[in-house]
């Protein structure tokens, strides 16, 4: 398969009054062509940060790449500017956005808002960029398009604004989707069919997508990798499957055993993870998540843990997996749902610095 | 909409009725009358002139009586200038005072606009720093300290425009810069808040995530968003500029409507107090009745009460 996307050692920092908050710190992963890869995580992980930061659209200043980079189709954007910008976002990659309500224009059609993209993108005439706004509105499922597309945000509900979201974001075919948490403002019927639509839209446009949450359901619903973020870094990345039925960081445990299944008790207490995420103004020394890890090794008080890898695909970023660590048994809800996988490899590897 | 504007002009005529019926009672109330000066009259004249004018009946007959005359727009003689109606006044004065008012308004507008908007794109930078100081020079410069600066500067040491008179439309200028300088003031800091507002909204990234530039971004995206407090600015500003000019038309010697209001008061010259407050009170009630009806075009979720469903 084709990688679309590349990042290297993402570094991003904010300056603040309070000092330089390093909100992703080391980041790396790829993507392939019409490949889901779902990055999860809990508020101020770094996930929608990582996330812009591949549209370039944080804020700068304060914020600021501080280092790596991200390659698109194997060309560097982190040093382009913002007119070379201008013409990746909308046609290379586009963007979904949490909150249908407050991510249209109130004051514009939904038509024009689609067209905007498509004038600038294709060079279409107005007539034709109209017309092109229709078949997508029919595409994403809004019924009578003709008539909506002469209408305002707030004529549409919220689901529908979130398809009509998606109908601005696809407009001009990007290869890049980048979809941040674009059903967690929604109700739940409403969240199914948008994940359907977009399941449905990626197979016919074989557009790759990465896809921002903190809801695991919707992850095993659409992704084929999961990259889960903790403190700006990603602690552990694998198939979906891998990361669901053979997790091997504690803090991907931690959030397996915090998600509620059908068949869990009534009368169980939900499991969470103690404690808050650290101040990344200072970063802790070691590992980050140390201090509110109950399987906490000494060392990761000392030193931050190296990634090892599990399988071909699959990576964890924990002593744990050390040929030195205790053997350790995951928490309860995890265990119940563990198999064994047949690529795992025999040991983990620890994967050397310059991958 | 008609039945929307129908509706407005309904609660415009009781509005106007309550302004007139408080005035003329206040004004009653009031020490003193129009024929009180400091030569003592001897009675039997203040009693004809009374009866002339009509102020010897009760005051219920003085009020119908006034109340009809104004249905039929004629406001009476002024009690002070001779052979010269209310209506006569107002035809005289009001055009010029407009004229200034407007430019006024013009240049508030488009100047404080501008500001905003570059304060608000720069912002916390040198040109959000200027732009503010500049602002803040505005609105606590009383405009008659500003008129007296503009006169002397730009009139007297560098002789670029004429000291006072109403002639050409270089006399134009100066007081209307003066008057505009406190309005442009709050509409510049306005514009900028509601500007920096709009630009933290999320489909302004939208826009950016589309691959807009920015300057795209700013005039169809953020000034139409952000201009919805400065329309509603606009209906106080007018009528605060038409009534506010009074100052300024004395200071540079123009024959305004203002000045009329001002003298009309000292002198207890009823019938101009009253049909000066009455002609105000119109144009502030129209201007008001204007901004509901922009706002409706400017932004879409605001439905005027009458206005068709999906328009």
Known sequence: MEKLL???????????????????????????????????????????????????????????????????????????????MEKIRGKEISMIFQDPMTSLNPTMKIGNQITEGLIKHQNMSKQDAKNRAIELLRLVGIPMPEKR????????????????????ALAANPKLLIADEPTTALDVTIQAQILELMKDLQSKMDTS????????????????????????????????????????????????ASMPSVDSDDSAELAAIPGTPPDLTNPPKGDAFAARNSYALAIDFEEEPPMFQISETHFA?????????????????????????SSTFEKPVLVKEGK | MAKYIGKRLLYMILSL???????????????????????????????????????DKPWYAQYWEYLVRIVNWDFGPSFKYKSQTVNDLINEGFPVSFLLGMEAI????????????????????????????????????????????????????????????????????????????????????LTRSSMLEVLANDYIKTAKSKGLS?????????????????VTY???????????????????????????????????????IMGVTVFYSILLLVSILLVDIAYGIIDPRIKLAGGKKGE
């Open chain 1, 209 to 256: 997508i990465i896809f921002i949450t903190h809801d695991l359901g919707v992850v095993a619903n659409v992704a084929d990798r999961v990259a889960v973020m903790y403190a700006g870094q990603i602690v552990e990345m694998g198939t979906v499957d891998e990361i669901f039925y053979d997790p091997r960081h504690p803090y991907t445990w931690g959030l397996l």
């Open chain 1, 149 to 168: 597309v002469n209408q305002y945000p707030h004529e549409f509900s919220g689901g529908m604004r979130q398809r009509a979201m998606i109908a601005i």
């Open chain 2, 106 to 189: 013009f240049i508030a507008v488009a100047l404080g606009v501008l500001l905003g908007i570059i304060a608000a794109l720069k912002h916390n930078r040198w040109p959000d720093y200027t732009a503010m100081i500049i602002a803040v020079l505005g609105i606590s410069v009383p405009s008659f300290i500003m008129a007296s600066f503009l006169q002397y500067f730009l009139a007297i040491k560098m002789g670029i425009f004429p000291v006072a008179r109403w002639e050409s439309f270089m006399h134009t200028i100066l007081p209307a810069l003066a008057l505009a300088s406190t309005p442009m003031a709050f509409i510049a800091r």
């Open chain 2, 234 to 272: 606009m209906g106080p500003l007018t009528a605060g500029i038409l009534t506010g000019s009074f100052v300024i038309e004395r200071i540079f010697g123009i024959p305004g409507l203002g000045a009329h209001f001002v003298t009309s008061i000292n002198n207890r010259d009823y019938t101009v």
């Open chain 1, 6 to 84: 590349e990042v290297k050692n993402l570094e991003v920092s904010f300056q603040t009054y309070g000092g330089t908050v390093k909100a992703v710190r080391g980041v790396s992963f790829d993507l392939h062509k019409g490949e889901t890869l779902a990055i999860v995580g809990e508020s101020g992980s770094g996930k929608s940060v990582t996330s812009q930061s591949i549209m370039k659209l944080i804020p700068m200043p304060p914020g600021q790449i501080s280092g790596g980079q991200i390659l698109l189709n194997g060309d560097d954007i982190v040093p382009k500017t913002e007119k070379q």
């Open chain 2, 17 to 55: 009725w309550m302004i007139v019926s408080a005035t003329f009672f206040f004004m009653r109330i009031a020490p003193g009358n129009p024929f009180a000066s400091e030569k003592k009259l001897p009675p039997e004249i203040e009693a004809n002139l009374n009866a002339h004018f009509g102020l």
């Open chain 2, 214 to 230: 920015s300057g795209v971004i700013t005039i169809k995206h953020t000034i139409r968003n952000a201009l919805l407090p400065v």
């Open chain 1, 317 to 341: 970023k924990t002593w744990l997996l050390h040929p030195d660590a205790p053997k350790v048994e995951p928490p309860e809800a995890v265990k119940k749902r563990m198999r064994q996988l």
